[in-house]
């Protein structure tokens, strides 16, 4: 008997109440270790993100400290010679002769 009210508790009613309490719980759980894999993955994508600018940051910072002549393989001589050719093609007056002289030095 329910002391407060002098009725007897209705078990059926209690039994599917407790029921329905446990399916909640078992939800519930499900959610949170959803939750948790979630912010793991937003984790690591950020850990990966980071890396990956961290990278390139490094990247920029060694090519900054290369020469052109480091980054094109080319020596400074090959350098100015090519870029006088570009420069006499530019203008017009790159011929055959021009070029095979160019190319003999």
Do not use: C, F
């Amino acid at each position: 008997m329910d002391h407060a009210n002098g009725h007897a508790p209705n078990w059926k009613v209690l039994s599917e109440i407790q029921l329905q309490i446990g399916r909640l719980q078992v939800i519930s759980e499900r959610n949170d270790q959803s939750i948790n894999d979630l912010r793991w993955e937003v984790r690591a994508a950020r850990q990966e993100w980071s890396t990956s600018i961290v990278r390139a940051h490094e990247r920029i910072d060694s090519h900054k400290r290369r020469s052109i002549p480091e980054l094109t393989g080319m020596s400074v001589k090959e350098l100015l010679t090519y870029a006088i050719l570009v420069i006499l093609a530019i203008n017009g007056t790159l011929n055959g002769e021009t070029l095979a002289a160019w190319l003999t030095k």
